[in-house]
């Protein structure tokens, strides 16, 4: 079936906005969650880990559609311990996150925005998922999720000068992105997957 493949060669990074059919779609509040690729192609999430009184992870978006997670979930969106997850990470705990396949075969569409980076801000955008990655602390449905996680970073790196207008929520950030970064962004939609490639990764879109 078609697709594009991207190689990713410092050049660029990317957000992920998983439940955004399209470059134009609006996806429901509760429909929604953001990743990011890093500047070699490897993509890295912030989710929420389950706590004593639940198991399994939660999308840690403002939500996420039942049929995307991967066991059980605490539906509170409070007091769960954030992770962040590299590549082996979201393919155990999100397989459709990472292979086109599965996210074909779970319904689960993504859109991706390209954004062009200089050397430093390719280095500083990886650091900043590192150190999260290191300690990514609490997570919270609303003021401290994904989206939040995500535009941390994007500012860090110098990307973004501001964080995200209005609700923290993967699509605001992704239009904030493309205001921003006018000239400097493209988008591309469909079924999101990743293979090992040189020294980091290549990202697959698959047409719907």
């Known amino acids: 079936m078609p697709s594009t493949s991207i190689v990713f060669a410092g050049d660029q990074v990317a957000l992920i906005v ?14 929604q ?10 993509p890295v999430g912030f989710f929420g880990k389950g ?26 969106g409070v007091g769960m311990t954030g992770v962040v997850y590299d590549f082996a990470g979201l393919s155990r705990a999100r397989g459709n996150y990472v292979d086109a ?19 430093a801000e390719a280095a500083a955008f990886d650091k900043a998922w590192a150190d999260m ?11 401290w999720n994904c ?6 970073a994007f500012r860090k790196a110098g990307i973004l000068s501001a964080g995200i207008p209005g609700l923290d929520t993967p699509d605001n950030l992704y239009k904030q992105i493309c205001i ?4 400097k962004v493209s988008a591309a939609y469909g079924y999101v997957g990743f293979s090992a ?3 980091g990764y290549m990202m697959t879109v698959e047409d719907v």
């Open 18 to 31: 998983r439940g955004k059919n399209s470059h134009r779609h609006d996806p429901g509040v509760l429909e």
């Open 33 to 42: 969650h953001a990743d990011c690729v890093l500047s070699n192609g490897a």
């Open 51 to 76: 706590n004593a009184g639940s198991s399994g992870n939660a999308s840690s978006g403002i939500g996420g559609s039942s049929r995307w997670s991967a066991g059980s979930s605490n539906s509170s």
């Open 101 to 119: 396949r599965i996210a074909r075969g779970t319904g689960t569409v993504s859109t991706v925005l390209l954004v062009q980076v200089s050397a």
């Open 133 to 143: 990655m290191a300690d990514p602390g609490m997570f919270n449905i609303v003021g």
């Open 147 to 152: 989206a939040t996680h995500a535009s941390q």
């Open 180 to 183: 921003e970064k006018a000239g």
């Open 197 to 199: 490639f040189g020294a």
